[in-house]
């Protein structure tokens, strides 16, 4: 294939994001080649790891909202077919994956772990609700895998067609599950019936406890609007949307914080768009592109590509950009000590040699101290996050007497045991979103503190990285005379080991601003992307009380209170206080029974560890892998010239073969790494 990097590249459209990474894959797998002929045995195993990642990563999309809301049919429009089993009663059970395959097909994965091939013909007896036989069928499926030669797949591209939330608590549970696994979330809502409660507790307790950068909302258009009408039922989701974020992150963050100003930067305006979805999918079906523009999808489809382009592929196209310029550069050096470094006096060879072997010497001791360092830090973020721990208990106590206070019960609720399991079931659903807002809350303070002690250890490792960088070119230029320029920001091994730490921290953006403007430019680069590898998502996956404890409450308190112990109060007011009452003490008992049993110190200790030990582990990585590169082709020189073994003709015309082409794929790949900063920066 050949490798060459137009001079301005497009990213607007999948098919020239993946035009430029199978480019990259191209030069990768040459330089992979060229390592091997080298013996640059740890360079191999970073670009393996680097084409891996590249092999296994697919972009997948959860479409999500209420049950009757057009998401199949949305789908079946994405797609251009009418895959999808649609109909006017609620209709997916299960979820849907459609995927790209050559023949039209289904794989089914039920729950025990075995799989079942159907025809597409026959899906809908698996996965949906129309018949009771189907309905019981769908209950044992994990997920219905649709095989078809749709060319939006073939992309390596995941469409997911989703229960719909609000008909059935099980299948909301699913749902809520895939979203931290997905590239982007579409809400489907409708135009005549914008945000409904469940919808607002949706966005509010679901959907923005993940990325907001992830979820794009659909209106979807029945009635015969005007475009004036269509504008404010826009305006007015938009606005909703905006007012429900701004209010979680001004009770995050609080209004006057500077993380709150952040926070209001960063989401920007609401990705909202108005289609007719069943005119779209017409559309589609009979190739009339006017149609589908007034249907408003094509607008769709253009943002849905740059999302997941622009804004999400340039952080994934600079790692294999930067493996190239760091493996381009290091093939490069080897080459010019191999041919120098024999053409050398002996005496010559060996004080630079000794010298080299010096450099590598003092750089592997610093780095023993660095990783010291590391822990310290570690052990900081620790002692910084004990007292959130500390209060948390506390803290969630406080926001069960809140809910159960603030809720109104009226005493006919509590005179017999039908009405008291409907107000325990209310009170249950109060307690589980005040619980989830305090828990959200509490657990974002803790993952911001250990990725503060992250990023600023990353900050701190710029200067290792650095010391690291003028080690390996001192060593060059023990046998090579190397120019090198006086306003050099830094060298290819500092890069490689810049951007390893950008990405482990998930701040792939923090490279961009670093190659642009030195650690200034760093944190404008940080906050163009999306979260973190390590840390993100997992301190409310470890408290795991929302989801936990209602179930808990359902199962006790709610017994508690079906008997007649306390409808034998005489006065109305006495009877709801003393409802209260001892629904709060049994809530509050059950409550700090599960947080004793969480033991969340040890576990928010135990992975403030993992992510610490993950940052020294790719540090360890990418020095190694220079310092042992370099000390091998030391070593070997050493030998070679002991043996009095001079380069072969066929050995010094392979050796020009390899290095012009290095040089072509080094050249697209520095060119290909300044447009991604141009586009990151716009």
Same mark, same amino acid.
């Given at each position: 294939?050949?490798?060459?990097?137009?001079?301005?590249?497009?990213?607007?459209?999948?098919?020239?994001?993946?035009?430029?990474?199978?480019?990259?894959?191209?030069?990768?797998?040459?330089?992979? @080649?060229?390592?091997?002929?080298?013996?640059?045995?740890?360079? +191999?195993?970073?670009?393996?790891?680097?084409?891996?990642? +590249?092999?296994?990563?697919?972009?997948?999309?959860?479409?999500?909202?209420?049950?009757?809301?057009?998401?199949?049919?949305?789908?079946?429009?994405?797609?251009?077919?009418?895959?999808?089993?649609?109909? #006017?009663?609620?209709?997916?059970?299960?979820?849907?994956?459609?995927?790209?395959?050559?023949?039209?097909?289904?794989?089914?994965?039920?729950?025990?772990?075995?799989?079942?091939?159907?025809?597409?013909?026959?899906?809908?007896?698996?996965?949906?609700?129309?018949?009771?036989?189907?309905?019981?069928?769908? *209950?044992?499926?994990?997920?219905?895998? $649709?095989?078809?030669?749709?060319?939006?797949?073939?992309?390596?591209?995941?469409?997911?067609?989703?229960?719909?939330?609000?008909?059935?608590?099980?299948? =909301?549970?699913?749902?809520?599950?895939?979203?931290?696994?997905?590239?982007?979330?579409?809400?489907?809502?409708?135009?005549?019936?914008?945000?409904?409660?469940?919808?607002?507790?949706?966005?509010?307790?679901?959907?923005?406890?993940?990325?907001?950068?992830? /979820?794009?909302?659909?209106?979807?258009?029945?009635?015969?609007?005007?475009?004036?009408?269509?504008?404010?039922?826009?305006?007015?989701?938009?606005?909703?949307?905006?007012?429900? /974020?701004?209010?979680?992150?001004?009770?995050?963050?609080?209004?006057?914080?500077?993380?709150?100003?952040?926070?209001?930067?960063? #989401?920007?305006?609401?990705?909202?768009?108005?289609?007719? +979805?069943?005119?779209?999918?017409?559309?589609?079906?009979?190739?009339?592109?006017?149609?589908?523009?007034?249907?408003?999808?094509?607008?769709?489809?253009?943002?849905?590509?740059?999302? &997941? =382009?622009?804004?999400?592929? $340039? +952080?994934?196209?600079?790692?294999?950009?930067?493996?190239?310029?760091?493996?381009?550069?290091?093939?490069?050096?080897?080459?010019?000590?191999?041919?120098?470094?024999?053409? %050398?006096?002996?005496? *010559?060879?060996?004080?630079?040699?000794?010298?080299?072997?010096?450099?590598?010497?003092?750089?592997?001791?610093?780095?023993?101290?660095?990783?010291?360092?590391?822990?310290?830090?570690?052990?900081?973020?620790?002692?910084?996050?004990?007292?959130?721990?500390?209060?948390?208990?506390?803290?969630?106590?406080?926001? $069960?007497?809140?809910?159960?206070?603030?809720?109104?019960?009226?005493?006919?609720?509590?005179?017999?045991?039908?009405?008291?399991?409907?107000?325990?079931?209310? &009170?249950?659903?109060?307690?589980?979103?005040?619980?989830?807002?305090?828990?959200?809350? #509490?657990?974002?303070?803790?993952?911001?503190? #250990?990725?503060?002690?992250?990023?600023?250890?990353?900050?701190?490792?710029?200067?290792?990285?650095?010391?690291?960088?003028?080690?390996?070119?001192?060593?060059?230029?023990?046998?090579?005379?190397?120019?090198?320029?006086?306003?050099?920001?830094?060298?290819?091994?500092?890069?490689?080991?810049? /951007?390893?730490?950008?990405?482990?921290?998930?701040?792939?953006?923090?490279?961009?601003?670093?190659?642009?403007?030195?650690?200034?430019?760093?944190?404008?680069?940080?906050?163009?992307?999306?979260?973190?590898?390590?840390?993100?998502?997992?301190?409310?996956? $470890?408290?795991?009380?929302?989801?936990?404890?209602?179930?808990?409450?359902?199962?006790?308190?709610?017994?508690?209170?079906?008997?007649?112990?306390?409808?034998?109060?005489?006065?109305?007011?006495?009877?709801?206080?003393?409802?209260?009452?001892?629904?709060?003490?049994?809530?509050?008992?059950?409550?700090?029974?599960?947080?004793?049993?969480?033991?969340?110190?040890?576990?928010?200790?135990?992975?403030?560890?993992?992510?610490?030990?993950? &940052?020294?582990?790719?540090?360890?990585?990418? /020095?190694?892998?220079?310092?042992?590169?370099?000390?091998?082709?030391?070593?070997?020189? @050493?030998?070679?010239?002991?043996?009095?073994?001079? %380069?072969?003709?066929?050995?010094?015309?392979?050796?020009?073969?390899?290095?012009?082409?290095?040089?072509?794929?080094?050249?697209?790949?520095?060119?290909?790494?300044?447009?991604?900063?141009?586009?990151?920066?716009?």
């Amino acid at each position: 294939m050949t490798s060459i990097t137009p001079p301005n590249i497009s990213l607007d459209s999948v098919l020239e994001y993946n035009k430029v990474e199978r480019t990259l894959v191209s030069d990768l797998e040459k330089l992979r @080649s060229f390592s091997q002929k080298l013996k640059l045995t740890k360079s +191999i195993v970073l670009i393996n790891d680097v084409l891996q990642r +590249i092999e296994q990563r697919s972009f997948s999309i959860a479409v999500v909202g209420e049950f009757k809301r057009g998401k199949s049919t949305f789908i079946n429009a994405l797609l251009g077919q009418e895959i999808l089993p649609s109909d #006017i009663l609620p209709c997916s059970a299960t979820l849907n994956r459609v995927t790209y395959g050559v023949k039209p097909e289904v794989k089914i994965i039920f729950k025990d772990g075995h799989e079942e091939q159907i025809s597409i013909e026959e899906l809908t007896d698996y996965v949906t609700k129309l018949t009771p036989e189907s309905e019981m069928t769908a *209950e044992s499926i994990k997920e219905a895998v $649709v095989y078809y030669p749709i060319p939006y797949c073939q992309n390596n591209i995941d469409v997911i067609d989703t229960p719909g939330l609000n008909d059935d608590q099980n299948m =909301t549970e699913v749902t809520l599950s895939v979203l931290p696994q997905v590239d982007a979330a579409i809400m489907i809502i409708l135009a005549q019936s914008p945000f409904s409660e469940f919808e607002r507790d949706l966005l509010e307790n679901k959907l923005l406890t993940n990325d907001l950068g992830r /979820v794009i909302f659909v209106v979807n258009i029945w009635d015969s609007y005007t475009p004036e009408q269509t504008e404010r039922i826009l305006g007015s989701v938009k606005n909703r949307i905006q007012k429900y /974020v701004l209010e979680r992150a001004e009770n995050q963050f609080g209004k006057d914080s500077e993380e709150y100003t952040i926070y209001k930067q960063k #989401i920007g305006t609401p990705k909202v768009f108005g289609i007719y +979805i069943k005119q779209a999918l017409e559309a589609k079906q009979k190739g009339d592109q006017n149609l589908l523009f007034q249907s408003g999808f094509k607008q769709f489809e253009v943002a849905l590509e740059k999302f &997941l =382009t622009q804004e999400r592929g $340039v +952080i994934l196209l600079e790692v294999p950009a930067n493996r190239v310029i760091t493996s381009s550069k290091e093939i490069l050096t080897t080459i010019s000590i191999q041919e120098s470094a024999l053409a %050398m006096k002996q005496e *010559e060879f060996q004080a630079a040699y000794q010298k080299s072997v010096a450099e590598i010497a003092a750089i592997r001791e610093r780095q023993t101290k660095e990783f010291k360092l590391i822990d310290g830090a570690a052990a900081n973020v620790k002692l910084l996050v004990r007292p959130l721990i500390y209060n948390f208990s506390t803290e969630l106590k406080q926001a $069960v007497e809140e809910a159960i206070q603030a809720t109104a019960i009226d005493p006919r609720e509590v005179k017999n045991d039908n009405t008291k399991k409907s107000l325990a079931n209310k &009170l249950n659903e109060k307690v589980k979103n005040a619980l989830r807002h305090r828990t959200d809350k #509490i657990s974002q303070k803790i993952q911001d503190e #250990i990725q503060k002690g992250i990023d600023k250890e990353v900050e701190r490792l710029q200067d290792f990285a650095q010391s690291v960088g003028q080690a390996i070119t001192n060593i060059e230029m023990q046998f090579v005379e190397v120019e090198v320029s006086s306003n050099r920001k830094t060298s290819a091994a500092a890069e490689a080991i810049t /951007v390893a730490l950008s990405v482990f921290t998930g701040f792939g953006g923090i490279w961009s601003g670093y190659r642009a403007a030195g650690l200034k430019g760093a944190a404008v680069g940080a906050a163009a992307s999306f979260g973190t590898a390590v840390v993100g998502g997992f301190i409310a996956t $470890v408290i795991g009380l929302p989801i936990a404890l209602p179930v808990l409450l359902a199962v006790g308190v709610v017994s508690i209170f079906t008997g007649g112990g306390i409808a034998s109060m005489v006065f109305a007011g006495d009877l709801v206080e003393n409802y209260r009452k001892n629904y709060t003490e049994k809530t509050l008992e059950a409550l700090d029974k599960q947080i004793r049993e969480q033991r969340l110190e040890q576990k928010i200790d135990d992975q403030i560890t993992t992510a610490f030990e993950v &940052l020294k582990q790719t540090l360890r990585q990418e /020095v190694d892998a220079l310092l042992d590169n370099t000390q091998k082709t030391l070593t070997e020189l @050493s030998d070679k010239r002991g043996r009095q073994e001079a %380069m072969t003709d066929a050995e010094r015309q392979e050796i020009n073969q390899i290095r012009a082409e290095t040089q072509r794929i080094l050249g697209n790949a520095q060119r290909l790494c300044e447009q991604l900063t141009e586009i990151v920066s716009v």
